[in-house]
């Protein structure tokens, strides 16, 4: 709705923002490629090796679920538990979008990254909903701890299916991940073509 007036009450400043996105990604040297190219190997490697299904960066990614689940409990039970996936995804997508608006290609990329990394995470969330082995978090009343996905698939009707559904979940990050790191690289070549 925010939107909506903003594109009719000032379509200049609507317009300004999508100008935005048409100027050149900034450049970055083939140092800041190598140094980025490292971290994100080194994690992939990492995730890879892990057999817990529990990252060190979801611990922040668990404080953004969590307080998804507060924001979004104004807006009835459903929203509420839907919450905590929502915002842990619109966190670093939005963050990614206001870098990719001011141009900045490793700021994006980093937010990119690790916004199809919490697919990670949330597969493994989702894997567990018949079995709910995981700890699980809450913030309000400890005696009433729900598994989100076991509330979601159950009333999908997809309880059934949660592991495989997890699977194509994590493969969705994974994917994404790797694409996320060649798209880096491959805004790295086309810079270096534009100064030539």
């Avoid at 206001?98 to 990670?120: I, K, S, V």
Wanted: charged share 15%; with cysteine; aromatic share 20%.
């Amino acid at each position: 709705m925010f939107s909506l007036k903003l594109g009719t009450q000032n379509p200049k400043l609507l317009a300004d923002f999508l100008d935005s996105f048409r100027e050149p990604w900034r450049p970055f040297s083939a140092i800041v490629l190598v140094a980025w190219l490292v971290f994100y190997l080194s994690f992939l490697l990492y995730a890879l090796l892990d057999r817990g299904g529990y990252l060190f960066i979801d611990n922040a990614n668990l404080i953004v679920h969590e307080a998804g689940h507060l924001l979004f409990s104004y807006l009835g039970e459903t929203l509420m538990i839907w919450g905590g996936t929502i915002f842990e995804l619109f966190v670093p997508f939005a963050l990614a979008v206001y870098f990719a608006w001011r141009r900045q290609p490793a700021g994006t990329a980093f937010c990119a990254f690790f916004f199809f990394e919490n697919f990670l995470y949330i597969g493994a969330y989702m894997a567990d909903a018949r079995a709910q082995q995981l700890p699980l978090v809450t913030v309000g009343d400890s005696d009433y701890v729900e598994h989100d996905w076991f509330h979601i698939f159950s009333s999908l009707g997809l309880l059934q299916h949660d592991t495989q559904i997890a699977a194509f979940v994590r493969l969705l990050g994974w994917v994404g991940m790797l694409a996320t790191i060649a798209w880096l690289a491959w805004r790295w070549k086309q810079s270096c073509v534009s100064e030539t």
